[in-house]
């Protein structure tokens, strides 16, 4: 009923910038919160940032003044900008929708996952 789709990964070299993309799509009523997760090798997925349906957001301290989520309503997708990279923040990205189905009551979404790779 919900298809996700993200994009926008790849291979950074450290300070450089990559902006990641997480479109849904299907019988979607209202879609709230929505959040990118990331889980780098041998360690538990963690909140990277999330903004609400009203547009208030919460970042990871790790993230802050680095990142920026934004989203747009029209289009059902949500984004991350990701700016002065580190090595650390190497890791596959998700996003993470909380979509209304019609007839159905609020289900968190996973998208597939993308990877992020900073080096040199």
């Known amino acids: 009923q919900v298809q996700l789709v993200e994009s926008g990964g790849g291979l950074v070299q450290p300070g450089g910038s990559l902006r990641l993309s997480c479109a849904a799509s299907?019988?979607?009523?209202?879609?709230?919160?929505m959040g990118w997760y990331r889980q780098a090798p041998g360690k538990q997925r963690e909140l990277v940032a999330s903004?609400?349906?009203?547009?208030?957001?919460n970042y990871a301290d790790s993230v802050k003044g680095r990142f920026t989520i934004s989203r747009d309503t029209a289009k059902n997708t949500v984004y991350l900008q990701m700016n002065s990279l580190k090595p650390e923040d190497t890791a596959v990205y998700y996003c993470?929708?909380?979509?209304?189905?019609?007839?159905?009551?609020?289900?968190?979404?996973w998208g597939q996952g993308i990877q992020v790779t900073v080096s040199s």
């Open positions: 993470n929708p909380q979509i209304v189905v019609f007839g159905t009551s609020k289900v968190g979404y």
């Open positions: 299907g019988s979607i009523f209202r879609i709230d919160t």
């Open positions: 903004i609400t349906s009203s547009g208030s957001r």
